[in-house]
Structure formats: structure tokens, C-alpha cells
């Protein structure tokens, strides 16, 4: 019953360099999500996946970049990583049907130094 | 696009009595929300949600009444425990589209 896994858990970068987030769910979810998290700022939606094959842009994409790689697997890219990216980034899915709960994995907490 | 605001940021109450959390969102074609409790440490779990054909619901102690008109809903939480303390967010949502959350509620209950 793994649910959303997100690796890895933490990590620090150096100004510039890139990296990627990895997420994947075993859950059959058709939307997927990520999310970065601030202190004061709740939960911003970075990139979302309505289906595979399909991104968009959420309340603050700049500097990132994703990939809907299959069904199971959504990971977000830090090109050249700034230190206003330090926060806890956080995947989500669900079904995509109507109203449905969506689960959280356990969060990559990032500093970029 | 949406814009879900929540208050208080901070919510202090004696064990044993209420908490009230309050959130208003922007896009009235939204039909989708939920609340989700953070504890340290961990992702956001939902703990209750409810649709827009409804105005309340209820499990255990923990309640959402949803107001579509003024486009506000709020998380109502009685004989407050413990275990209640954490970080609470409202979020708002339409059908197979984003989810929109609030900032978010620290609520600390007191001995």
C-alpha cells in the first residue's frame, strides 16, 4: 500500500545546479499534482497532469519544468535551481473524476544554497 | 482563476472547546472542497470534504458547512482533543481541475 512516493526526501543544491523531483502512484490516478510549501504560504500548485499526456501550468510554474512520464509517474525539474526555491515540495493524485479526495506523498524537503 | 482565502492563520483554543475555521473562494463555478489536516512531518490528509449540492456535513466531531451563495465554507470542530493540533487547509475545486488550497491554519489546543 505504498500510495504516492516522492524521492528523494531531502536534498541540497548548490545555486545552478538542476536536479529532478520524482513522484509516482500506485493508485491507478489519472491527475497529479505538485505543490510547494512555505512558511505563511500554505500549499502553491506548481504544475498539474489532468491525464498522462497532459500539463499545465499552475499558480507559480517559473523555473520549473514537468514530465508525465506514464500514468504512475510525474516529476518536476529544477533547471538551475535558486535559493528562492528552498521549500518542501509535495506530489499529489487522484482519480480525476468527479470530487474525488486527492493523496499527498510525503514530501522533498530542498535547500538550495 | 481561483483564490481561496482561510482564517485565522493562527487558532488557539482550551482542550474541550470549539474551533472554528473559516474560508471564502473566487471562482463560483467551483463544486469540489475539502479540508486537510498537517501534522509535522507529513503530507496533508484529507479529513472531510463536501459538494456543492450540500450545505453541511457532519463525522464525529468534525463538521463543514458550505455557503454557495457568499462562496464561503467553513471546519467546525467541537470537544477539541489533543491530537487536534496541527496545520488545517481548506482547498477549493472543480471537477478533474486543479485544487486550490488556502494558507492554511495552525490550531493549538491548550491544556
Known amino acids: 500500500n505504498a500510495g504516492v512516493t516522492q524521492t528523494p526526501k531531502f536534498q541540497v543544491l548548490k545555486t545552478g545546479q538542476s536536479m529532478t523531483l520524482q513522484c509516482a502512484q500506485d493508485?491507478?490516478?489519472?491527475?497529479m499534482y505538485w505543490y510547494r510549501q512555505d512558511p505563511g504560504m500554505g500549499l502553491r500548485l506548481i504544475y498539474y497532469s489532468a491525464s498522462e499526456g497532459t500539463t499545465d501550468k499552475g499558480e507559480v510554474p517559473n523555473g520549473y519544468n514537468v514530465s508525465r512520464l506514464n500514468k504512475r509517474e510525474f516529476s518536476l525539474r529544477l533547471e538551475s535551481a535558486a535559493p528562492s526555491q528552498t521549500s518542501v515540495y509535495f506530489c499529489?493524485?487522484?482519480?480525476?473524476?468527479?470530487?474525488?479526495?486527492?493523496?499527498f506523498g510525503q514530501g522533498t524537503r530542498l535547500t538550495v544554497v | 482563476g481561483e483564490n481561496v482565502e482561510q482564517h485565522p492563520s493562527t487558532l488557539s483554543v482550551q482542550e474541550g472547546d470549539s474551533a472554528v475555521i473559516k474560508c471564502t473562494y473566487s471562482?463560483?463555478?467551483?463544486?469540489?472542497f475539502p479540508w486537510y489536516k498537517q501534522e509535522l512531518g507529513k503530507g496533508p490528509q484529507l479529513i472531510i470534504d463536501?459538494?456543492?449540492?450540500?450545505g453541511e456535513k457532519k463525522d464525529q466531531r468534525i463538521a463543514v458547512t458550505l455557503n454557495k451563495t457568499a462562496k464561503h465554507f467553513s471546519l467546525h470542530i467541537t470537544e477539541t482533543q489533543p491530537e487536534d493540533s496541527a496545520v488545517y487547509f481548506c482547498?477549493?475545486?472543480?471537477?478533474?481541475?486543479?485544487?486550490?488550497f488556502g494558507k492554511g491554519t495552525r490550531l493549538h489546543i491548550l491544556p
Open positions: 499529489a493524485s487522484r482519480t480525476g473524476g468527479p470530487n474525488t479526495e486527492a493523496f
Open positions: 471562482d463560483s463555478a467551483s463544486n469540489y
Open positions: 463536501i459538494r456543492s449540492n450540500v
Open positions: 493508485m491507478n490516478h489519472n491527475s
Open positions: 482547498a477549493a475545486s472543480k471537477t478533474g481541475d486543479k485544487i486550490i
